[in-house]
Nanobody
Framework: QVQLVESGGGLVQPGGSLRLSCAGS????????MGWYREAPGKQRELVAT???????NYADSVKGRFTISRDNAKNTVYLQMNNLKPEDTAVYYC?????WGQGTQVTVSS
């Protein structure tokens, strides 16, 4: 079955960086578009970034210029490099492909 496992979350100070990883299994990773979403307390889950099978990317306006999504098909992994983090980036970050979601990883930006 499809499995998505996120990692790399944690506590970071404003202005800091984190890199999230999402390892996929149980499906053809290389031909599957991938996405990162986030859900902050009391808010709806929202799109952060997506990447197609040919690595075309799309970003939410709130993260453009700070976040970078990438994929390594040899490792069945998609990444989200997050720089210049802000307190408003605090959320649980989820990986998604098709209708399948990972379990999420917590990112907390606080001094």
């Amino acid at each position: 079955q499809v499995q998505l496992v996120e990692s790399g979350g944690g506590l970071v100070q404003p202005g800091g960086s984190l890199r999230l990883s999402c390892a996929g299994s149980g499906y053809m990773f290389s031909i599957s578009p991938m996405g990162w979403y986030r859900e902050a307390p009391g808010k709806q889950r929202e799109l952060v970034a997506t990447i197609t099978t040919i690595s075309t990317t799309n970003y939410a306006d709130s993260v453009k210029g700070r976040f970078t999504i990438s994929r390594d098909n040899a490792k069945n992994t998609v990444y989200l490099q997050m720089n210049n983090l802000k307190p408003e980036d605090t959320a649980v970050y989820y990986c998604k492909t098709g209708v399948h979601w990972g379990q999420g990883t917590q990112v907390t930006v606080s001094s």
